[in-house]
T-cell receptor, first 112, second 116 residues
Framework: AQSVTQLGSHVSVSEGALVLLRCNYS??????LFWYVQYPNQGLQLLLK??????LVKGINGFEAEFKKSETSFHLTKPSAHMSDAAEYFC??????????FGKGTSLLVTP | DVKVTQSSRYLVKRTGEKVFLECVQD?????MFWYRQDPGLGLRLIYF???????EKGDIPEGYSVSREKKERFSLILESASTNQTSMYLC???????????????FGPGTRLTVL
């Protein structure tokens, strides 16, 4: 089964700084990849998804992610953090089947 | 907009009780899922259903069962609740029969269950 590793359970950035959240997948076959965000006391919301159409994927709220097959990575970035970006972020993957395999999540803290 | 609702945001039950968690989606989606979310463990799939009366085990089905009598409703049942089932439970749904890489899952707000 596809597995996903998110490096860093907690990431802290200053407002206005670059956000980089790391995700690596384990598969010899490139999977379909997703980033979800969970704001406090809410369910998950899709930020963006990679489905092989383009390696650089743009999502909502200024986030983007780049698929790098050679590094088996799908890191999430945002050029300038905003206080409202504080949330938990989940990377997920699937090769086939109905269900997604989620990483353990990264909690993003944005400081003034 | 797709809406996935869960019957309770917070629930407190006692050990040994039978617990029902209800999930309803309003977009005629084929597929529905139940996940459990625990700190440091991310989301783990308990069960999913791709059609009425159909169900498949996920990664951690032990201690749980599900019911899908109507397309829009997917229930998670804890036959005899235990303290290690204290967790956040998230329901999700997705459209299309079969699997599609564009098949986004839409999540409900979650039910935080405490078993005493």
């Amino acid at each position: 089964a596809q597995s996903v590793t998110q490096l860093g359970s907690h990431v802290s950035v200053s407002e206005g700084a670059l956000v980089l959240l790391r995700c690596n997948y384990s598969s010899s076959v490139p999977p379909y990849l997703f980033w979800y965000v969970q704001y406090p006391n809410q369910g998950l919301q899709l930020l963006l998804k990679y489905t092989s159409a383009a390696t650089l994927v743009k999502g909502i709220n200024g986030f983007e992610a780049e698929f790098k097959k050679s590094e088996t990575s799908f890191h999430l970035t945002k050029p300038s953090a905003h206080m409202s970006d504080a949330a938990e972020y989940f990377c997920a993957a699937s090769n086939s089947g109905y269900a997604l395999n989620f990483g353990k999540g990264t909690s993003l803290l944005v400081t003034p | 907009d797709v809406k996935v609702t869960q019957s309770s945001r917070y629930l407190v039950k006692r050990t040994g009780e039978k617990v029902f968690l209800e999930c309803v989606q309003d977009m005629d989606h084929e597929n529905m899922f139940w996940y459990r979310q625990d700190p440091g463990l991310g989301l783990r799939l308990i069960y999913f259903s791709y059609d009425v009366k159909m169900k498949e085990k996920g990664d951690i089905p032990e201690g749980y069962s599900v019911s899908r009598e109507k397309k829009e409703r997917f229930s998670l049942i804890l036959e005899s609740a235990s303290t290690n089932q204290t967790s956040m439970y998230l329901c999700a749904s997705s459209s299309e029969r079969g699997w599609d890489p564009n098949n986004e899952q839409f999540f409900g707000p979650g039910t935080r269950l405490t078993v005493l």
